[in-house]
């Protein structure tokens, strides 16, 4: 009978290794393994076995079952493998098709500057604030020590509301909100204020009667002007860039004394000079100086006590400047061709 | 204003560059815009001098002219009827770059010898026209005796030009004189001053009367007489070309030539062309009129400062002389005008006359009244010298109240104070003295003071702020430390409303919307183009009411379709749609912006911060995944029902809406908290056209008011207990009549469920022969969950049997087995 055991054993191994499917796996099994299967017959044909030989006989069943079980366990694992890497085979794509894209839009370049801008000298101590565009022209110009029927009031072509009695504008600045800011509150004020502006301008590549501003103020005791230079130059910096050289040069605007502009070395020819920089090598960003002794008073702040510096900035030309913008005209044309050419996180 | 430097160099000899002066001069406040050249392309030409003029032997007009440059001697062939032996010439070289003379463009050409008529000519003795130095072309150019001849042209004549920015401060800087005083300053050398003549005041009585002295602080009038009126010497055209102006004739040309140089407007009267031969300063009278240089006929307010003679304005004082008075080849006696006059007068006059004129520019900026005798004096001085043989006659100065230097008190510790650094006394006291402000350090009271005398032209310096710039931009802004403020620091707080608009539109943008920024300004056409039939004004514009008031609107609009401040954003956003759907297929857009509404007419609106959002044409475009389709309510819909609850308003509802821009049956009202924040719907096709988007294309709108939002309250959120175990759905399908509202059957089911549904979501409609006509069967999903427990088989039927309970009582609703 031994002859017999050894028979099933070469047929089962053999018919194993052929067996290269899961279902001719499972055939296998019950065929060989399985309750009526031949492992089963053969345990049961001990009965024709001498009494002497059985536990031999016993035993060799035996260790053939447990032999054609491992064997039946290792050969189901290449199988599977082998099923699974076929499937993953037949799987492949093209990895270049497009995928299925995450609908995303994207802010506005000026409100990313905005942003930008504002996160900045948040992280240096001021606060965001906001004012009215429709303002009183006390705020926009008089309270500004710009009075009415002086030449410095040309600089800002103005667009006027209807009213009765009272001048009302489309405020030309930000400025008005330093006057509103300080009636409100007491030193220390360190505040930037972003918002719209308009003009009565005449609309070119680099001119439009509706854009944006951030203004700038702090006031205290002991506020000086190396301060302004020194916060001015770690703003333009953070945006342009920790190479960038800065100047400070004289400058007026009426409520302001000393006054200031401010430039940095141009970073498209690297201050050597070129069409961007008008040759001069620098672009001027932002006007600023020492807040004038006579706007303290007008809020009744004494300037002897105190004293303070405001700056103001166009936020269009910032981003012209900053991604190469050539016409200030696409900000408001609202062309998503346009726009979307922004789409991205902020740094 | 235009300095041309070889004047700026007379008066102050420097070596510095002309960009190196207009660096010095922008830092200090005096802004360059440019360097113009003059000359530049003035190669191979030199100064001649004309030896001999020959007859041309086959040209009557022409002739052959001998002129010697030094180290070159040529003949040329000329027609210039002007040419004689001994004058000094611009000889141009083969090679020479010149403007065509013939061309009434501006065109460059290259000299080459050529034989005119049978004779060779080398060279050519140049016009104005062909150097590029004006139109004119009738003879060459005679150079001043002077010239040296072999000098190259571009040496002797050669120019560069400053144009400056003039900032409305810096009236003593509207001159020659005035930019040398600043020049002088910053690089400490003293101005020498063009010679003036004395001038003994002494005329007849009533020669000028000054009726309104509250407009005319100053008028120094002088007689010349036997003035012979004839062309200015070439320097003098030259210098007022290179400035900008065109040379009339020498009377006229001085007095320009007077203001370029000390920013003193002056009018040359001719004296026999005045009545009585006299002037009177006063108002205009009603309905006068004056024909002005420029030949407009005017007609003058009673505003108007005008110069009179006996009987009518031979002047608009300040802005622009008469034509009747003008000085022609036939005056003989000039009475000269030197004025000051007050600023927004002239301000006023030249606004509402349209007419900005180099005199008029100077005196709105405020002159110094003493100016006028300077200008006076040194007119006086080139009359003399261009008109030799001229007589002054008569002046008289009517100044009842001069203008003395101001005296100034500065504390010593201004300067730190202000620029955070200190510069030491010597360096400030000789700034100052530089300025010619005469500074004088004393002690008083204990403290150290700086003391200066202003002299009356620097009439922007009236504080000792203004005092601690000019010390700080004569030493340089560049030796200002950079520092950053010290002391004491603010809480930077962002507000509510800031924080909710970065949220709205973060969230936004990941919805995929893009921001736009649209012109908040709007026209009635468009107003009324929010109504379908655009028959009169909506009731409503977007989500606000029609205010009783009238609109914000702009006197001066840019252009009428910018007129009014928009009371929706709705017309903006349906304009940034329409335009985009030119290019593009699918637009999904937003606007955080402000809308404007109307108060008191003396009152600011109150300019609320709106949100409006806008779905047009494909929601999304077709691709290997998606089918195209286009947008509808329920895609906007979506939008809020993702933003909203984001931003923390609890609550959200829609209701039904009629709404006069909104499609009938396509529109909802937005409410959180029972609160109505906002509106939603598909804008009524006829709208949609009025705005020039094809009616076939869907469009659908949102608007919320974001304040609205804040003061119903937004919330944070409201933790529940994450529960430990298994979840079960049950699905739940409800027959409904087919005009029950979908949420009010989903609110019954979370009312049966209580807290233990966390989620009921609707999955499908069906409407069918398996449900009775005029009824809907709703499928909504609902998940389970308690926090504490896993839910038992007959917890599940008992919350089954309260969900059907509240179905039937609360929207007469069946589950369908």
């Not at chain 1, 001048?167 to 006057?179: A, G």
């Not at chain 2, 840019?558 to 017309?571: C, K, T, Y």
Request: net charge negative; charged share 25%.
């Amino acid at each position: 009978m031994s002859g017999e055991v050894e028979r099933i054993r070469q047929q089962a191994l053999a018919e194993l290794q052929q067996a290269s499917s899961t279902a001719a796996l499972a055939e296998w099994h019950g065929r060989y393994l399985g309750r009526r299967g031949e492992l089963t017959q053969l345990m049961r044909r001990i009965s024709q076995v001498p009494p002497e030989e059985r536990p031999a006989y016993g035993q060799a069943v035996n260790a053939l079952k447990e032999e054609l079980a491992a064997r039946f366990e290792q050969r189901e694992a290449e199988v599977k493998r082998s099923e699974l890497s076929q499937r993953l085979a037949a799987e492949a794509v093209d990895v270049t098709l497009p995928g299925r894209a995450a609908d995303v839009g994207g802010l506005h370049p000026v409100t990313q500057m905005i942003r930008e801008v504002t996160t900045i000298f948040n992280h240096l101590g001021f606060q965001t604030v906001e004012g009215p565009e429709v303002e009183y022209g006390y705020y926009a110009f008089d309270a500004l020590n710009i009075p009415q029927d002086h030449p410095a009031r040309d600089v800002w072509d103005t667009i006027f509301i209807v009213s009765d009695q009272k001048e009302i504008v489309l405020r030309p600045h930000t400025s008005p909100m330093q006057i509103r800011t300080m009636e409100r509150r007491q030193p220390p004020v360190r505040v930037v204020v972003p918002g719209r502006c308009y003009r009565f301008e005449a609309v070119d590549a680099t001119h439009e009667w509706h854009f944006h501003q951030i203004e700038g103020l702090a006031v205290d005791e002991h506020i000086t002007m190396a301060d302004l230079k020194g916060t001015l130059a770690e703003f333009a910096r953070q945006l342009f860039g920790q190479e960038r050289k800065v100047r400070f040069r004289c400058d007026y605007f009426p409520f302001v004394e000393p006054g200031v502009d401010f430039a940095i070395d141009c970073m498209f020819c690297r201050g050597e000079g070129c069409r961007v920089c008008k040759g001069t090598g620098w672009i001027e960003i932002l006007g600023a100086g020492m807040v004038h002794p006579q706007v303290l008073r007008n809020v009744g702040y004494d300037p002897e006590r105190y004293t303070g510096w405001a700056f103001g900035m166009g936020v269009e030309r910032l981003v012209m400047l900053k991604y190469g913008v050539p016409d200030i005209r696409l900000f408001y044309q609202g062309d998503l061709r346009f726009l979307a050419q922004f789409n991205r996180a902020l740094a | 204003m235009k300095v041309p430097v070889r004047w700026l160099k007379e008066l102050v000899p420097t070596e510095l560059s002309a960009r190196e002066i207009a660096e010095r001069l922008t830092l200090a406040g005096l802004e360059v815009e440019a360097i113009t050249e003059i000359g530049s392309t003035w190669d191979n030409i030199y100064v001649g001098v004309v030896e001999r003029i020959e007859p041309h032997p086959n040209a009557d007009r022409l002739v052959l002219a001998t002129v010697d440059a030094g180290t070159h001697r040529l003949t040329v062939v000329t027609g210039a009827p002007n040419i004689a032996p001994g004058q000094k010439v611009a000889l141009a070289l083969p090679g020479a770059t010149l403007y065509d003379g013939h061309s009434v463009e501006p065109k460059l050409i290259t000299l080459k010898p050529s034989t005119i008529r049978g004779v060779r000519s080398e060279g050519m003795v140049c016009s104005e026209k062909e150097l590029g130095l004006s139109d004119e072309h009738e003879g060459i150019m005679v150079l001043h005796a002077d010239a040296p001849v072999g000098v190259p042209l571009r040496e002797y004549l050669g120019d560069q030009v400053l144009e400056l920015e003039i900032t409305p401060n810096l009236v003593h800087a509207f001159s020659v004189v005035g930019v040398a005083r600043e020049l002088g300053a910053l690089i400490g050398q003293r101005v020498r001053y063009p010679e003036r003549a004395p001038l003994p005041v002494g005329g007849p009585e009533g020669l000028v009367t000054i009726e309104a002295p509250d407009l005319c602080y100053r008028f120094v009038g002088v007689v010349i007489e036997d003035v012979k009126v004839g062309p200015s010497p070439w320097w003098m055209q030259q210098r007022l070309q290179a400035a900008g102006m065109r040379p009339i004739n020498n009377v006229v040309d001085i007095t320009n030539y007077v203001m370029l140089e000390w920013g003193q407007p002056q009018h040359a009267f001719d004296r026999d062309r005045l009545r009585e031969g006299r002037i009177v300063v006063r108002r205009a009278r009603p309905g006068e009129k004056i024909e002005t240089l420029d030949g407009v006929l005017r007609e003058l307010d009673p505003d108007t400062l005008v110069i009179a003679d006996a009987e009518r304005p031979v002047g608009i004082a300040g802005v622009m002389g008469g034509l009747e008075s003008e000085i022609t080849e036939q005056t003989r006696t000039v009475l000269l005008e030197t004025a000051n006059f007050e600023m927004r007068s002239i301000r006023r006059t030249a606004r509402a006359q349209r007419l900005r004129t180099e005199a008029s520019a100077r005196f709105e900026r405020g002159l110094d009244p003493n100016l006028a005798w300077e200008g006076a004096t040194r007119a006086i001085a080139l009359f003399q010298q261009l008109i030799p043989g001229c007589r002054v006659t008569a002046v008289v100065d009517i100044y009842p109240n001069p203008r003395l230097p101001r005296q100034l008190c500065m504390p010593r510790s201004e300067i730190p104070r202000l620029l955070g650094v200190d510069f030491p006394d010597e360096l400030v006291l000789e700034v100052l003295d530089r300025l010619e402000f005469q500074p004088e350090l004393r002690q008083e009271d204990g403290r150290a003071v700086i003391i200066v005398q202003v002299p009356t032209y620097r009439s922007d310096v009236t504080i000792a702020a203004d005092l601690v710039e000019e010390v700080a931009r004569v030493i340089g802004y560049h030796e200002l430390p950079e520092a950053l403020p010290l002391g004491r620091t603010v809480p930077v707080e962002i507000s509510p409303e800031l924080r909710l608009v970065r949220a709205v539109q973060d969230t936004l943008v990941a919805a995929g919307l893009t921001e736009v920024i649209t012109y908040p300004m709007v026209d009635e056409a468009a107003l009324r183009a929010l109504l379908p039939g655009a028959a009169t004004f909506p009731d409503r514009y977007g989500l606000y009411p029609r205010p009783e008031r009238e609109l914000v609107r702009a006197v001066n609009p840019i252009r009428p379709e910018w007129a009014i401040m928009r009371p929706s954003l709705l017309p903006s956003l349906l304009r940034s749609a329409a335009e985009n759907l030119k290019f593009n297929r699918a637009v999904a857009i937003f606007e955080t912006g402000k809308v404007y509404l109307p108060r008191g007419l003396d009152e600011l609106p109150d300019e609320r911060r709106t949100l409006g959002c806008l779905l047009a044409g494909a929601r999304h475009l077709r691709d290997l995944y998606h089918e195209e389709r286009p947008v509808d309510y329920f895609d906007l819909k979506g939008v809020l029902e993702t933003l909203l609850p984001r931003i923390g308003a609890p609550d959200l509802r829609f209701r039904p809406l009629t709404h006069p821009s909104l499609h009938p049956g396509r529109a909802a009202e937005v409410l959180v908290k029972g609160q109505p924040v906002g509106i939603l719907g598909e804008v009524h096709p006829e709208v949609v056209e009025a705005f020039e988007i094809d009616p076939d294309l869907r469009v659908v709108f949102a608007e919320i008011d974001l304040q609205r939002l804040l003061e119903v309250g937004l919330e944070p959120p409201r933790l529940r207990p994450v529960s430990r175990y298994q979840p079960i759905d049950q699905d739940f399908a409800v027959v409904v009549d087919e005009a029950t509202p979908a949420t009010e059957v989903a609110d019954a089911i979370m009312a049966g469920a209580g807290a233990l549904a966390v989620s009921v979501r609707l999955f499908d409609i069906y409407r069918g022969p398996a449900i009775p006509a005029g009824k809907k069967s709703l499928a909504f999903r609902v998940t389970f969950s308690a926090p504490d427990r896993p839910l038992s088989d007959e917890e599940l039927a008992r919350l089954r049997e309260r969900i059907e309970g509240h179905l039937r009582r609360r929207v007469k609703g069946e589950l369908r087995r």
